[in-house]
């Protein structure tokens, strides 16, 4: 597969062929890692993980990402100066 450097305002980026998106599960958004070989000739191009659309989260993520800690607890909000609730 070919593709072609692209400017894209003042950078430069290519479009990944839909089937190299459907092959690493890819969606618009995705984290990807990107690094050079050794000798700097090749770049490799991996999918981050974990792999999260932009804007939006799994609840099983949310709830493991939370301290095991953690317990909920309601806040009274007072006024701090001449605001108006």
Known sequence: MTTTLQAWGNSQGMRLPKAIITALNLQSGSKLEIELTPKKDAIIIKAASPARI????????????MPKNYSAAEFVWKTQGREVW
């Open 54 to 65: 932009r804007g939006r989260h799994r609840i099983e993520d949310l709830a493991a990402a």
